[in-house]
């Protein structure tokens, strides 16, 4: 329990009525009886805005610099809040943090998975991070963080904040461009994660970026072409070798990137000792969030990969649709935030997918670099496709999804693409 009474570590003025929450939030929608609520400065509005909501919606108390009701008074919330984390970070036992262009909400579920360990669900900004350390403070359990970044010196922010024991780099490959300006630049910022004291991981992909003279306490992980790891519809396959002899992993409906993720779970398990028969069950019952490649087989498959996409995941959603049998559809949207070079590197990606798939459908500015059959709106291409699938295809959907932009802009500019998936599985599972 989150309790304001019983000691914070920053001078604050606790109102009488503030009680002990289960969780914190920045976001006020999520605040309840047991839920308390921070109010944090943003970049159109601060969150002092919706202080009143939180405190309708019974939170328990309400860190602010605002004279209320349940107050945890103090002048600087946010400032308030990191500390705050630190504090309970440095009550956890062993703190995994993973980055990467790529493939970090999969590592992340994975390696908490083998670990048995508490994960953050979703989001990766700063105040996500910081709710989800001081929810976790005192825990018995490992932790692992997925830490995103998207602008130059924001890494060295998260190291400050989440300290973790163990970095990861999933991959390197342009990502948020604009922010970071090249893929140079965004090796070196997310090698950042590799000054954690216990060493670090890296994939095959990224390893050209950390050369083992300048980064000595490193490990790469991934397989080698064409050796230990077998792909097909139902899943991927592989024997993973350690000091009592192999053993075999099975994961359901993965591919390639579920499978590296795995191969580097039981690394980390194993450099801390856990039963690797044990971490290898709970890594074949992983279930991947929505919109990052999760498989919905039926007569005709459906890859769900539409939350997010940079050119290096996509290539690499097109190599496991290349994997499974039968025809293969891809239907690409937007990549955004790739600054200058945007329409190259659609234009790379679509070569990529007309090798790998059968079928190529694009959407939004860059459908025509995208896919052969090219369309403005998402609503024209979900009408196109109808008349399209048929069973026995595999149809992967991947974009990215513009959060924050409204539904208008969305539908045009053809991101949004989780509506392509739910219009792929109406069809298909509301016929006989």
Same mark, same amino acid.
């Given at each position: ?14 109102h009488?009525?503030?009680?002990a ?7 006020s929608?999520?605040?309840? *009886? ?34 209320? *009701? ?91 904040? !989440? ?28 090698g ?7 060493g ?35 899943? $991927? ?11 075999p ?41 929505g ?15 539409a ?18 049998p ?11 935030? %790739? ?23 694009g959407?939004?500015?860059? $459908? ?17 496709l ?6 026995g295809?595999? !149809? ?27 219009? %792929? ?8």
């Open positions: 329990m989150l309790d304001p009474s019983a000691g914070l570590p920053f001078p604050a003025t606790v009488p009525e503030a009680r929450a289960r969780r914190i939030t920045w976001d929608r999520e605040a309840s *009886p047991e839920v308390a609520f921070v109010a944090l400065p943003g970049e159109k509005m601060h969150g002092n805005r919706f202080v009143q909501q939180a405190l309708a919606a019974g939170a328990p108390f309400v860190l602010t610099d605002l004279d209320v *009701p349940r107050a945890v008074r103090l002048p600087d919330a946010q400032a308030a809040l990191f500390v705050w984390a630190r504090h309970e970070r440095a009550r956890s036992p062993l703190v995994v943090g993973i980055t990467g262009s790529a493939g970090k909400t999969t590592a992340k579920s994975y390696v908490a998975a083998a670990l048995d360990a508490l994960y953050m669900p979703v989001f990766n900004t700063m105040p996500a991070i910081a709710c989800f350390l001081i929810e976790s403070g005192g825990s018995d359990r490992p932790l692992v963080v997925e830490m995103g970044i998207d602008r130059i010196g924001e890494m060295q922010e998260l190291m400050a904040l !989440v300290q973790p024991d163990i970095g990861v780099v999933t991959s390197i490959g342009p990502a948020h461009l604009e922010g970071l300006g090249s893929v140079e630049r965004i090796a070196l910022e997310k950042g994660i590799l000054a954690a004291p216990r670090g991981f890296v994939s095959r992909q990224a390893a050209a970026y950390y050369p083992a003279t300048r980064y000595p306490n490193v490990q790469v992980y991934g397989f080698q072409e064409g050796a230990g790891l077998q792909l097909s519809a139902e899943g $991927a396959a592989f024997r993973y070798p350690s000091a009592h002899g192999d053993l992993v099975f994961l359901p409906l993965a591919s390639r990137v579920q499978a590296e993720a795995s191969l580097l779970a039981l690394k980390i398990a194993e450099w801390f000792g856990l039963p690797l028969t044990e971490a290898a069950e709970r890594l074949s019952g992983v279930t991947v969030p919109g990052r490649y999760r498989v919905l087989p039926g007569r005709f498959t459906v890859i769900d990969d939350y997010n996409a940079s050119p290096i995941a996509v290539k690499v959603a097109l190599d496991a649709l290349h994997a499974l039968g025809r293969r559809v891809s239907v690409l949207g937007r990549m955004l935030e %790739l600054g200058p070079t945007e329409r190259e590197l659609h234009a790379e990606v679509g070569a990529y997918a007309r090798v790998k798939a059968d079928l190529t459908f959407v939004g500015e860059f $459908a025509p670099e995208l896919g052969e059959h090219a369309y403005r709106t998402v609503p024209e291409l979900v009408e196109a109808r008349g399209v699938v048929q069973d295809d595999t !149809v992967l959907v991947k974009g990215s999804r513009g959060i924050s932009w409204t539904p208008e802009k969305r539908a045009a500019e053809g991101v949004g693409l989780d509506v392509v998936v739910k219009a %792929l599985l109406e069809q298909r599972d509301g016929e006989v």
